[in-house]
Structures are given as structure tokens and as C-alpha cells.
């Protein structure tokens, strides 16, 4: 709750000096999806929904294979995704569907298996 207090305050007082600077909200946004993703929330579109949501949630499991993320929610099901460390960022771990893995901005890709999209953090300084 005090992140999003400090979210709004920002906002309040880019009001009262004029328009932000687009890159200092790009980054406010940035940030406030890292500290959600920190805190097991992640932007979604399920089911072909058109706009994201903060309302999946985001568990890190220790597998034989390495990582394997576990996102979702609950009303809707959930999604295996495998770490990897050859660059591709994520793999589906289910194999039912492939994962579709598009970087979407400075450390955040986003992540499309079937009609589910999700938007995680990620190391994404070495992509080209």
C-alpha cells in the first residue's frame, strides 16, 4: 500500500509542475510492475482479454530442470513456465502449448501461450 501511495504522490506532483516526462512515467511503471512481480502479482490478459491486469499471481518452484515459474489465477487456472538459460527467457513447462516470448521494454517480456498473456521482469540487457 505505501508503493502506490508513492505512485500517486508522484502523479499528484507531476500535476501540479505540468506534464511528466513520458520516460519518468515509463519508468514509475517499470518499477511499480518489478515491486509487484516482487510481491507475486504480474499483469495478465486471459481468456483473449484485450487490456492487462495486476491480478495473476507469480510462485518460483525449484525443479529437476531448473526454475519453473507458476502463474495465474486462480478463478482461471494456471501456467508452468521453465527458466532458461540458453536466451530464450521462458519455455512452457505444461508443453501443451509453446510460449511466445516478445521483450516489451527494459527489463519485461511478455509472455503469450495460447489466448493467456503475462508480463514478467526479466534480465532483457543482452537482447537485440
Known sequence: MRKLGAFVGFLLLAACGGAPD????????????RDAAANGRIECALEGAKLFDRTCTVEEMSGVDGTV????RPNVGYRRLQITTDGRGVVSADGAEPAKVTIVGDG???VAIGSDRY???ANTGGAT
Not at 513520458?22 to 510492475?33: C, F, I, P, T, Y
Open 108 to 110: 519485461m517480456i511478455e
Open 119 to 121: 508480463r514478467l521482469p
Open 69 to 72: 515459474l507458476v502463474v495465474g
Open 22 to 33: 513520458n520516460g519518468d512515467l515509463a519508468e514509475a511503471e517499470a518499477r511499480g510492475s
